[in-house]
């Protein structure tokens, strides 16, 4: 009855309040209301009734327990669910909701994973089983548009809005999800091919957690052991292109970042990789 009665009242259950604030969120991308919406159906799981009254340090800290020890969720995967709490938990505080606990007290944690890609030979060995005949077709678009991405740097976003109406004349036309510019994009011959293969490519698509769920599953098996999703086809193109000699700059502009230190990080990856090297000359010499 109680929770009836209160399951409305938004200033009194926090996971009514969260999805009400949800609703409003009105210049988010659909990307991102998935995401938050994915957190809030795992938030209602755990309990569909928390009382703002309840959440204070400790509660938090049986609910980081809950999605690592129930959900299986890794640090990452925490630390964003951590981190939308935090964002409704502050709306509701600077509607008048008084909490049990400061916010800028909840370290949320890092929500950015490992730069992950591939090397230049396993992503010829993706490309060639791409190519190959004895692929499924669910799996070949999957990997098609993987592949396409490791080919161009877009965003899964980006990736997710082309259509075959958008390439010609070796070029391809879209607006850039983050940031909402008009570019035309030159096709490099790898792309071009990846999107002939296949008629079905940029015709049939597939959700995100689709891509991401079958590409872990595709790249396990032609041997690439790595923690892969789709947006370290991101991350290849980016590390791949500076390893060719690629500049910087033209990178930044590639990947459409408006600050170049957000694509600074794939000159450190660089220089890490270089770091490496200086062994080299212990294995000559012994």
Same mark, same amino acid.
């Given at each position: 009855?109680?929770?009836?009665?209160?399951?409305?009242?938004?200033?009194?259950?926090?996971?009514?309040?969260?999805?009400?604030?949800?609703?409003?969120?009105?210049?988010?991308?659909?990307?991102?209301?998935?995401?938050?919406?994915?957190?809030?159906?795992?938030?209602?799981?755990?309990?569909?009734?928390?009382?703002?009254?309840?959440?204070?340090?400790?509660?938090?800290?049986?609910?980081?327990?809950?999605?690592?020890?129930?959900?299986?969720?890794?640090?990452?995967?925490?630390?964003?669910?951590?981190?939308?709490?935090?964002?409704? *938990?502050?709306?509701?505080?600077? &509607?008048?909701?008084? %909490? #049990?606990?400061? /916010?800028?007290? +909840?370290?949320?944690?890092?929500?950015?994973?490992?730069?992950?890609?591939?090397?230049?030979?396993?992503?010829?060995?993706?490309?060639?089983?791409?190519?190959?005949?004895?692929?499924?077709?669910?799996?070949?678009?999957?990997?098609?548009?993987?592949?396409?991405?490791?080919?161009?740097?877009?965003?899964?976003?980006?990736?997710?809005?082309?259509?075959?109406?958008?390439?010609?004349?070796?070029?391809?036309?879209?607006?850039?999800?983050?940031?909402?510019?008009?570019?035309?994009?030159?096709?490099?011959?790898?792309?071009?091919?990846?999107?002939?293969?296949?008629?079905? *490519?940029?015709?049939?698509?597939? &959700?995100?957690?689709? %891509? #991401?769920?079958? /590409?872990?599953? +595709?790249?396990?098996?032609?041997?690439?052991?790595?923690?892969?999703?789709?947006?370290?086809?991101?991350?290849?193109?980016?590390?791949?292109?500076?390893?060719?000699?690629?500049?910087?700059?033209?990178?930044?502009?590639?990947?459409?970042?408006?600050?170049?230190?957000?694509?600074?990080?794939?000159?450190?990856?660089?220089?890490?990789?270089?770091?490496?090297?200086?062994?080299?000359?212990?294995?000559?010499?012994?």
């Amino acid at each position: 009855v109680k929770k009836e009665y209160y399951s409305n009242q938004n200033r009194i259950n926090f996971v009514a309040f969260y999805e009400a604030s949800l609703k409003l969120e009105s210049k988010l991308s659909n990307g991102r209301m998935r995401v938050l919406q994915s957190i809030l159906n795992k938030l209602k799981e755990y309990n569909d009734y928390i009382p703002f009254h309840e959440i204070d340090s400790k509660w938090f800290k049986h609910y980081r327990l809950w999605l690592k020890n129930v959900k299986k969720n890794n640090e990452v995967t925490i630390a964003t669910n951590i981190q939308a709490l935090k964002k409704f *938990l502050k709306i509701a505080s600077k &509607s008048g909701i008084k %909490l #049990n606990v400061d /916010i800028n007290d +909840i370290v949320a944690g890092k929500t950015t994973g490992n730069r992950n890609f591939l090397t230049s030979e396993e992503l010829k060995k993706a490309i060639g089983y791409y190519f190959s005949d004895y692929i499924n077709e669910h799996n070949r678009l999957v990997l098609g548009y993987f592949v396409f991405g490791c080919m161009t740097g877009l965003r899964i976003s980006n990736i997710q809005k082309l259509t075959r109406t958008d390439f010609a004349n070796g070029q391809m036309s879209l607006i850039m999800v983050k940031g909402d510019k008009d570019k035309v994009l030159s096709l490099n011959e790898t792309a071009k091919k990846v999107i002939e293969h296949d008629a079905n *490519l940029f015709v049939k698509k597939y &959700s995100n957690e689709d %891509l #991401n769920r079958t /590409i872990k599953k +595709i790249l396990q098996s032609i041997g690439i052991h790595k923690q892969i999703s789709f947006h370290c086809a991101r991350h290849t193109f980016a590390t791949l292109m500076l390893k060719s000699g690629g500049q910087l700059v033209m990178l930044q502009q590639l990947l459409g970042h408006s600050n170049i230190k957000n694509t600074m990080i794939y000159a450190h990856i660089i220089q890490e990789d270089a770091n490496k090297e200086v062994f080299l000359l212990d294995e000559l010499l012994k």
